[in-house]
């Protein structure tokens, strides 16, 4: 195996990060030196095209507030964790609205509109391969974990995986403290774990676990956001096998 980043680049990369309260920090620069043998996927906007339904269901919730609607490419660019201040962003007064209030009313709306969101393109195929391979895999989402294994499961993939974790709330803030559980409870080698998502927050998280990230474009956030990152960025499900070959 190969790796992603080259001995000329990484002192650059490593430079001033000495001190860096990450001990896995170089691992995590050069992880494909290390056989991977499980990916811990993201799964709305990484295995889930659910962006548009996602930017609908906000319009609904801004639209009975008098609030301006957004476009798919705004949504891109201003969705964030946590995702209570991506709401005050977009002009949300909790104040006049209770944030728990808001968070269900968002739900109902995602609900009804993602019903028909399917899986990214070269998802299952993905899923099938790395089966092939041995290579394990789990899902670790911001989603609440009920409505996580009842979308999971109408499409029909629910038992491809050996691990599902999720909120056990509607409130979508840090999944950090989860992935820790997913990790002490497993027993996974973070040497050997990567994970797959689509947001800034998946490679906070990842950093945060000491473990590395390839984040897939055509998800939650723009390629203007996730570029400054400095983790690998792919297209494709294709590109994320060919990364841990």
Same mark, same amino acid.
């Given at each position: 195996?190969?790796?992603?980043?080259?001995?000329?680049?990484?002192? !650059?990369?490593?430079? &001033? %990060?000495?001190? @860096?309260?990450?001990? =896995?920090?170089? @691992?995590?620069? /050069?992880?494909?030196?290390? *056989?991977?043998?499980? +990916?811990?996927?993201?799964?709305?906007?990484?295995?889930?095209?659910?962006?548009?339904?996602?930017?609908?269901? +906000?319009?609904?919730?801004?639209? %009975?507030?008098?609030?301006? *609607? +957004?476009?798919?490419?705004?949504?891109?660019? $201003?969705?964030? #964790?946590?995702?209570?201040? /991506? /709401?005050?962003?977009?002009? #949300?007064? #909790?104040?006049?609205?209770?944030?728990?209030? $808001?968070?269900?009313?968002?739900?109902?709306?995602?609900?009804?509109?993602?019903?028909?969101?399917?899986? %990214?393109?070269?998802?299952?195929?993905?899923?099938?391969?790395?089966?092939?391979?041995?290579?394990? $895999? @789990?899902?670790? @989402?911001?989603?609440?974990?009920?409505?996580?294994?009842?979308?999971?499961?109408?499409?029909?993939?629910?038992?491809?995986?050996?691990?599902?974790?999720?909120?056990?709330?509607?409130?979508?803030?840090?999944?950090?403290?989860?992935?820790?559980?997913?990790?002490?409870?497993? &027993?996974?080698? %973070?040497?050997? !774990?990567?994970?797959?998502?689509? !947001?800034?927050?998946? =490679?906070?998280?990842?950093?945060?676990? &000491?473990?590395?990230? +390839?984040?897939?474009?055509?998800? =939650?956030?723009?390629?203007?956001?996730?570029? *400054?990152?400095?983790?690998?960025?792919?297209?494709? #499900? !294709?590109? $994320?096998?060919?990364?841990?070959?």
């Amino acid at each position: 195996m190969s790796s992603l980043v080259d001995a000329a680049d990484f002192a !650059t990369l490593d430079a &001033g %990060r000495n001190s @860096s309260p990450n001990p =896995h920090w170089r @691992s995590m620069i /050069y992880f494909a030196m290390e *056989p991977c043998n499980h +990916i811990i996927w993201d799964w709305n906007g990484t295995l889930l095209n659910d962006v548009q339904a996602c930017a609908d269901a +906000i319009n609904v919730l801004l639209a %009975r507030r008098d609030l301006p *609607p +957004i476009t798919l490419a705004q949504y891109l660019e $201003v969705f964030d #964790f946590p995702v209570r201040n /991506y /709401y005050l962003r977009l002009g #949300f007064d #909790f104040s006049k609205d209770r944030w728990e209030d $808001v968070a269900i009313e968002y739900h109902e709306a995602y609900a009804r509109l993602s019903k028909d969101a399917p899986l %990214r393109e070269g998802a299952q195929a993905a899923l099938a391969t790395l089966k092939k391979r041995g290579i394990g $895999v @789990s899902v670790l @989402s911001a989603c609440e974990i009920g409505l996580l294994k009842s979308m999971m499961k109408e499409r029909d993939i629910l038992d491809c995986f050996e691990h599902i974790y999720g909120l056990s709330d509607l409130y979508a803030h840090s999944k950090l403290e989860l992935g820790h559980e997913l990790l002490k409870s497993t &027993g996974l080698s %973070r040497a050997n !774990t990567i994970i797959v998502g689509d !947001t800034a927050h998946d =490679h906070e998280v990842a950093r945060g676990m &000491g473990i590395p990230c +390839i984040l897939m474009l055509g998800g =939650h956030q723009s390629a203007t956001k996730l570029s *400054p990152l400095g983790c690998p960025l792919v297209s494709s #499900f !294709t590109d $994320v096998l060919d990364l841990i070959r």
